[in-house]
Nanobody, 116 residues
């Protein structure tokens, strides 16, 4: 059974840090490109960070230099280290693969709230 379980969100003050985790099951994790998306209230879901099976990364301009995506294939887990958080980073954060995203499968996400 396919499952994506995000965790690590919470309430943090501006300038603070959080580390999000996403545990995947039911997929061949090591061959998948993994993504972190976020959706702020009233806005569309946006792509935040990408990591390929080979470890290449890419980031949205809004988070570049502040967020770091990483993965541990043996743990079927992808991470998002978020530093220097801003109130505009407040959103529900989701991980996904391209195939699951295209099937409109999403986990429950984890809520990040950044207070000013």
């Amino acid at each position: 059974q396919v499952q994506l379980v995000e965790s690590g969100g919470g309430l943090v003050q501006a300038g603070g840090s959080l580390r999000l985790s996403c545990a995947a099951s039911g997929i061949i994790f090591r061959i998948n490109t993994m993504f972190w998306y976020r959706q702020a209230p009233g806005l569309q879901r946006e792509l935040v960070a990408t990591i390929t099976s080979g470890g290449s990364t890419n980031y949205a301009d809004s988070v570049k230099g502040r967020f770091t995506i990483s993965r541990i294939n043996l743990k079927n887990t992808v991470y998002l280290q978020m530093n220097s958080l801003k109130p505009e980073d407040t959103a529900v954060y989701y991980c996904n693969t391209d195939s699951l995203r295209d099937m409109d499968y999403w986990g429950k996400g984890t809520l990040v709230t950044v207070s000013s």
